[in-house]
């Protein structure tokens, strides 16, 4: 019997399997990976079923596409689409549960998910991302680290975001309040 790779697909180009990844319908991954879909096909903005499942918070979908050897594309990458920290701790925690890629992960440009925080004024994820020993020293294409794009973000705050970089850097608890 010849097996033949279902090619479904919705008008806006994701596979079935990028459907059931974002949604985290494990058992339908699971079924759909037993009947031949591409683990790593791109839907028309570039992104995996991984990609979508580790931006959703599905760490078991995640894992299991990580089990077939599923690789996050560029795009997925992306982490300026993210608007509200929520998303941000989520992805974040996936990333931690799962190991699906590392913590400074970028396109091209060098945008990681510590310079997302830094950008968009994030405190939690910043705390949580230095808390991983994340390196606040990377610097992105025009030579910038994440603390300098904090104060360009936060201008009025830099004293207390360099103190708090150096308290979680050199492993002191954040301070209670910071007013």
């Not at 759909?32 to 903005?45: F, I, K, Y």
């Not at 931006?55 to 795009?75: C, D, I, P, Y």
């Not at 950008?119 to 020993?133: E, I």
């Not at 990377?138 to 207390?160: D, K």
Request: glycine residues 6%; contains cysteine.
């Amino acid at each position: 019997m010849e097996r033949v790779e279902p090619i479904l697909k919705f008008c806006v180009g994701p596979t079935l399997l990028h459907w059931a990844a974002s949604k985290g319908y494990h058992d339908l991954v699971v079924d759909l990976l037993v009947r031949g879909l591409s683990v790593d096909a791109c839907d028309r903005l570039g992104r995996t079923p991984l990609g979508l499942a580790t931006f959703a918070g599905h760490s078991s979908t995640v894992s299991t596409l990580l089990q077939e050897n599923a690789a996050l594309s560029a795009e997925d990458k992306d982490w300026r689409i993210i608007s509200r920290e929520e998303v941000g701790l989520c992805l974040v925690r996936v990333i931690e549960e799962t190991a699906v890629c590392s913590f400074d992960a970028a396109r091209s440009e060098c945008f990681t998910l510590l310079y997302l925080a830094a950008q968009q004024g994030y405190p939690n994820m910043m705390h949580w991302l230095l808390s991983l020993k994340v390196s606040p020293d990377v610097r992105n294409n025009q030579g910038e680290t994440p603390l300098f794009v904090t104060s360009l973000a936060m201008p009025s705050s830099p004293l207390h975001i360099t103190r708090h970089w150096g308290q979680v850097r050199s492993g002191l608890p954040r301070p209670a309040s910071t007013i």
